[in-house]
């Protein structure tokens, strides 16, 4: 059980383009949902914060006019990339956690997308 | 801020042999941390979480441990394989007034594992 998916699994476009990454969870029901980015060589920077039915919590750093996520159901979150430039490639993660707002449960994995800007 | 750091960043050992990754954490208000491994540009695999309450966890050749009063966590991996080449990576998450945060993570540990 727990299965989160993404899609795509990767993405090229152009920059100035906008590109959504989806992230589900298939057996579960997701309250919370939760966003990471990697850079090469690098380990995973939460981006941002989701519970369903309210605003994203954006971390220090990141533009949440330019990272638009949306939580609209219990089972999807969407992150729009907007106005993409080449230093928004990266390998993006989705987590998503089930339980009331304010539990401690298990996060759960996607297996991630990979964009890529030219 | 918490702050999460891995020790050796890399590791390179012949098969068979018994090896210890490192994980320390800047603050211990945590209520979990887990580990997990992740394979050249593919997602995350947990391997193993432990609660704040607990001292160790255990999972066929995959031993964790967590000291929260130290700020220290390990990762011991028995009679290793070359299946067993990844990145690891240790994440500590922490107690919040609206509920846990997302995952702090490392920069992780890069194992290769000799033939």
């Known amino acids: 059980g727990a299965v989160v998916s993404q899609h795509p699994s990767w993405v090229i476009c152009k920059s100035g383009t906008s590109v959504k990454i989806e992230c589900r969870s298939l057996?579960?029901?997701?309250?919370?949902m939760f966003w990471y980015r990697q850079f090469p060589k690098q380990s995973l920077m939460l981006m941002a914060t989701?519970?369903?039915?309210?605003?994203?919590?954006?971390e220090q750093g990141v533009e949440k006019d330019k990272f638009l996520i949306n939580h609209a159901s219990l089972t999807l979150s969407t992150l729009t990339v907007t106005s993409a430039h080449p230093e928004d490639s990266s390998f993006y993660i989705c987590?998503?956690?089930?339980?009331?707002?304010?539990?401690?449960?298990?996060?759960?994995f996607g297996p991630g997308t990979r964009l890529t800007v030219l | 801020k918490q702050e999460v750091t891995q020790i050796p960043a890399a590791l390179s050992v012949p098969e068979g042999e018994n090896l210890v990754l490192n994980c320390s954490f800047t603050?211990?208000?945590?209520?979990?941390l887990q580990w997990f491994r992740q394979d050249p540009g593919k997602g995350l695999t947990s391997l193993l979480l432990?609660?704040?309450?607990?001292r160790e966890q255990t999972s066929g050749r995959l031993n964790a441990s967590l000291d929260k009063s130290s700020g220290r966590s390990t990762l011991y991996i028995a009679a290793s394989q070359p299946g067993d080449s990844a990145t690891y990576l240790c994440?500590?998450?922490?107690?919040?007034?609206?509920?846990?945060?997302?995952?702090?993570f490392g920069k992780g540990t890069h194992l290769i594992i000799q033939p």
């Open positions: 987590s998503a956690r089930e339980g009331e707002w304010g539990s401690y449960n298990e996060q759960f």
């Open positions: 057996d579960f029901q997701a309250t919370t």
């Open positions: 989701s519970n369903e039915g309210s605003k994203a919590t954006y």
């Open positions: 603050d211990s208000a945590i209520y979990n």
């Open positions: 432990i609660q704040s309450s607990q």
């Open positions: 994440a500590a998450n922490m107690y919040s007034g609206g509920g846990a945060d997302g995952l702090t």
